[in-house]
């Protein structure tokens, strides 16, 4: 599986970005896709995720600020990211995995988000 994410970009504090993470080769295994973020001199967390059958989860301090989503016939995942904070900038990834099943995990670049105060 690639993936590959795009997006990113610098944004004011209370506007709005959408990262793109297209996925190529065999997906079918796949069970949830995520982004995650990493900022500096931080570990990466989990932001948000889908699972195959739509169950969706958020880190809790994007909780009513970004929406996960998933475009089955494009085989894209989207991340809408809204009222943004300085400390949303980070570097983001998207992944696919199923690593309880069949021990999958798979990682696109990171995409860089910049919020100015």
């Known amino acids: 599986v690639q993936l590959q994410a795009s997006g990113g970009g610098l944004v004011q504090a209370g506007g709005s970005l959408r990262l793109s993470c297209a996925a190529s080769g065999n997906i079918f295994s796949i069970d949830t896709w995520a982004w995650y973020r990493q900022a500096p001199g931080r570990q990466r967390e989990l932001v948000a995720g889908i699972t195959s059958g739509g169950m969706r989860n958020y880190a809790d301090s994007v909780k009513g600020r970004f929406t996960i989503s998933r475009d089955n016939a494009k085989n894209t995942l989207y991340l809408q990211m809204s009222s943004l904070k300085p400390e949303d900038t980070a570097v983001y990834s998207c992944?696919?995995?199923?690593?309880?099943?069949?021990?999958?995990?798979?990682w696109g670049q990171g995409t860089q988000v910049t919020v100015s105060s």
């Open positions: 992944n696919a995995n199923n690593r309880y099943t069949y021990g999958l995990d798979y």
